[in-house]
């Protein structure tokens, strides 16, 4: 069985307190996008997991289509499979993409062996492997709240408009992003801002909170915001923690020489 987990951006993110867990709370619209990894599974004598496409650091078992895949094995006997994961999703990027990967492994499994979970409860299985994961089960855009796990599903449509990111090769910790940042209540009604899509509105109010933490370290980042706005985008941010800055474009722009020497997708919503 064969299914493509894709990435998503933010639009807008608020850092709105502190948990006494040590974990923050946010508010941020979630919206996915069509810029996709491959994952398969086939029957096998043993359990084996392998990926292709861009290196994945760290242990095998401790990646997170692995462990979405035991988390169910555990609870309801699925038998041993060998798969695969072809990485196209830029990792440390702020998309998503491992999360999205964890996701569509535990629909992909509920699918095929007829487990009959719905959207919830997939959800809260989700929710034990990561904070941006929830969101992949239903992949629609919505408001996260919580530590990112709590979902209002959104009209909101950008269909027709065109989306260009860009990754410079830039790391960003979590310990770097919320080093700086200090968390407060978000003024701005999210919900009703998305909605009207008054793109001058957006650009005014629609803030990326960890922009002002990060983009100091990193001045490239802040750069290509502003080389996306010149290159006609209506609105541009950083997505998630980083490193990926987005424009978005209501007709298909250029790509100028100063997007292409970095990582660089151009999508048609």
Not at 238 to 245: A, N, P, Q, R, V
Request: charged share 20%.
């Amino acid at each position: 069985m064969v299914t493509f987990p894709n990435a998503k951006i933010n639009l807008g993110l608020s850092i709105t307190g502190k948990l006494h867990t040590g974990y923050h709370s946010i508010e941020s619209c979630l919206y996915p996008i069509p810029w996709c990894d491959v994952l398969e599974f086939v029957p096998s004598k043993k359990i084996s997991f392998s990926s292709s496409g861009i290196a994945i650091p760290g242990d095998e078992k401790d990646n997170l289509v692995l462990k979405a895949y035991k988390l169910l094995r555990k609870d309801f006997g699925l038998p041993e499979l060998n798969i695969c994961l072809h990485k196209i999703i830029p990792m440390g990027a702020g998309l998503g993409g491992g999360s999205a990967d964890a996701a569509f492994m535990l629909k992909m499994l509920n699918s095929e062996f007829q487990l009959f979970l719905d959207d919830s409860v997939l959800e809260d299985y989700a929710a034990q492997l990561g904070s941006d994961c929830p969101f992949f089960i239903q992949n629609k855009p919505a408001i996260a709240t919580g530590t990112g796990t709590d979902l209002e599903v959104l009209t909101l449509d950008l269909s027709g408009m065109w989306l260009l990111l860009v990754k410079p090769d830039v790391h960003i910790s979590t310990q770097e992003a919320y080093a700086n940042v200090t968390p407060k209540s978000n003024e701005v009604d999210l919900k009703s801002l998305l909605e009207s899509k008054d793109f001058a509105q957006w650009r005014e109010k629609l803030v990326n909170d960890f922009e002002a933490s990060i983009f100091p370290n990193h001045p490239i980042l802040g750069e290509i915001k502003e080389a996306l706005y010149q290159n006609g985008a209506v609105y541009a941010a950083m997505s998630g923690s980083g490193s990926t800055l987005f424009g978005l474009y209501t007709e298909k722009p250029e790509i100028t020489p100063v997007f292409e020497k970095h990582v660089h997708k151009l999508i048609e919503l």
